[in-house]
């Protein structure tokens, strides 16, 4: 995984550029933005999945109550509105899981790791009083070699029995694939929700930049 390093908080009136992942990482990692799933926004959502963070808000203060801060002083208006961004991501971007996925990252201050390291381990493991040991297993049994005759005791012909130690490839291609896959998504929810703000243009304190993180960081040199 890698380690983001978040923004402060925005002072003065002057909006400030950010991209849109350090902006996630500093709503819900330093103002400590709280998702809030409200079925009411479905209603409000077009496009993208976008629903006016303004209106979503101003529908809060009607009722009279805000988004869930948790327990602390209240975040930053802005945090809310990336919040809120967020609880609408649509289905095809993975909605609500990948909504809950992208707040786990941010407050970790990380990004989704796609790279899987491989390894060969035994199929099965045991114990003696010297510690763990890879069991082994009969290949002439298994299936996978065949029997050996040998002369024994008086000339009797006899089985030579073969032993070998089954494993398992930690890491193969599709692991590999499963976790590219799981960055892809991440990363297309991520530009989704960048164009939300960059649409609904509400933020006070901060503007949305195009800056993304590497869409494929593995065909990086």
């Not at 400030?16 to 409000?44: H, M, S, Y």
């Not at 398992?168 to 960055?183: F, K, L, N, T």
Request: with cysteine; net charge neutral; proline share 7%.
């Amino acid at each position: 995984m890698i380690a983001l390093r978040e923004p402060l908080r925005p002072m003065g009136r002057d909006r400030r550029a950010i991209g849109v992942w350090p902006l996630i990482v500093w709503a819900f990692k330093r103002e400590a933005a709280q998702l809030d799933f409200d079925d009411d926004r479905a209603e409000l959502s077009q496009g993208f999945g976008y629903a006016s963070a303004t209106a979503i808000i101003a529908q809060h203060e009607m009722l009279g109550c805000r988004i869930d801060g948790g327990g602390r002083s209240d975040p930053h208006p802005d945090a809310d509105i990336v919040a809120s961004a967020l609880a609408v991501l649509p289905e095809g971007c993975g909605g609500r899981r990948m909504a809950i996925t992208m707040v786990e990252h941010a407050r970790a201050d990380t990004m989704p790791g796609w790279h899987v390291a491989t390894s060969i381990q035994p199929v099965r493991w045991d114990r003696n009083p010297h510690g763990r040991y890879a069991m082994t297993a009969d290949a002439v049994a298994d299936g996978v070699a065949v029997p050996a005759m040998v002369s024994g005791w008086r000339g009797r012909l006899q089985r030579q029995e073969g032993r070998y130690c089954p494993v398992v490839v930690m890491g193969g291609p599709s692991e590999v694939a499963a976790r590219r896959r799981d960055y892809l998504r991440w990363w297309s929810a991520l530009l989704d929700v960048r164009t939300s703000l960059q649409l609904g243009n509400d933020l006070s304190a901060w503007v949305v930049t195009d800056d993304m993180p590497p869409m494929q960081p593995w065909e990086r040199g």
